[in-house]
């Protein structure tokens, strides 16, 4: 064993340990990012195994003509590995999606890469060998393993990863010679069966997001089932939406057939209009807007859903913070509280800043404050932020959400009756 690849083995030995919570927090993350997404995959990582390392890197140097142990770090950039292996190939695209939003994407490298590979030894190969995507990558964050310390992420179908480990241990590891022609035949066959099973299972998926949409008034049994419905429905960008927090929200509030999500989804679609309509650069989250299609339909259950929970500052809190308010807005037939709530932080601070012609002006069309004394208004601006800092922190009995309603009617310009 030459020099450098010796003092590349013993270095290598002692950062193996980071090697391997490297590729760990690459697989948590992946697998997060596509249970998110409603993607089925199994995803696995490694760090690159020292045994048989030193033979790989002898051979590889016959080429490569290391000089330095960083021309051998350079060259082998699986040290730290991530499989992700589809259910469905017709995934892709949202894998790809989620990589490139998650990571530092550095380099990527789809197979099959040429015809010139299909030729071993002398055989040629009928079928088009390993299909898949490598993605170089690396974390997109400030801790000890995102310094531009890169992992390969190889993306293929269940079949596909199968398939090749077989064809690499046996054809570019072999143990007990080269394979004969026989052999290399039966891999060609099994791949060509590979291939055709990938195609299956494309056609699998269609039929099942045909089966899940076609369905009526049946339960939906995970969130993998929801994502096709939705998916049958709407157009949404799969990698940026929270499939499984939705699904578990609708669960939970035992809101969970076709009929009442589909019904969610078609109230989702026309807030969705309208965010585009009212301003291009207006950002809603869709799970917000989701949310607030499962308030408007359901406000009793959201509330109920929304006050189990202790507000911890989590995404998920923040979420039902949401859920709770277009819940209460809802509740309210008259509308007051949806057009007074989003000031309300902000009564107190300018009353008492403000005279009071000036704060009338200010909420002309929106507060009536004719009738009412100034320490009263006083009273009721103070009870109503209280209040909203309760809703705010998932702290508020019913009890106390019918006062906050009756609250903002109280000094809210009332609607006109329509004319019949």
Known sequence: MSKVISDFINRYEKEYDFYHNLSH???????????????????????????????KLEDRNRKKHYKTVSDIYDDIVDLAGVRVALYFPGDMKVVEDIINKNFNVHKVKRFPESLEKKIIGEYTKVFDGYSAAHFRVSLNDESRYGKNHCVEIQVASVLMHAWSEVEHDLVYKPLQGELSNEELMILDEINGLVLSGNIALERLQRAGIQRVSNESN????????????????????????????????????DINNRD??????????????????????????????????????????????????????????????????????????????????????????????FDREQFSSEYSGILDLKQMEDKYLEEVFTKLDFLNDKISQLDITKAEINEFI????????????TPV
Not at 222 to 237: P, W
Not at 332 to 337: E, I, K, N, Q, R
Not at 406 to 417: D, R
């Open 25 to 55: 927090n690459v697989e948590d993350k992946i697998k997060q990012s596509l249970s998110r997404a409603g993607v089925r995959a199994i995803v696995s990582s490694r760090a690159k195994s020292i045994s048989r390392l030193d033979v």
């Open 218 to 253: 049946t339960q939906f049994l995970n969130h993998y089932d929801f994502a096709s419905f939705t998916l049958s429905r709407i157009k949404i960008n799969e990698d940026l939406f929270d499939f499984k927090t939705i699904f578990h929200l609708f669960k939970v509030a």
């Open 260 to 353: 009442d999500i589909g019904k969610i989804i078609d109230k989702f679609k026309g807030f969705d209009k309208i965010k585009v309509i009212r301003n291009k650069k207006f950002n809603v989250s869709p799970e917000k807007l989701f949310v607030k299609a499962m308030a408007s339909l359901h406000p009793e259950k959201s509330i109920a859903v929304a006050l189990e929970f202790n507000y911890d500052g989590s995404d998920y809190a923040k979420l039902l913070v949401h859920l709770l308010t277009e819940a209460i807005i809802a509740t309210d037939s008259t509308g007051c509280v949806g057009k007074l709530i989003k000031a309300i932080p902000l009564l107190p601070f300018e009353y008492e800043m």
């Open 406 to 417: 009756n609250l903002c009617i109280s000094i809210s310009v009332q609607p006109q009756p």
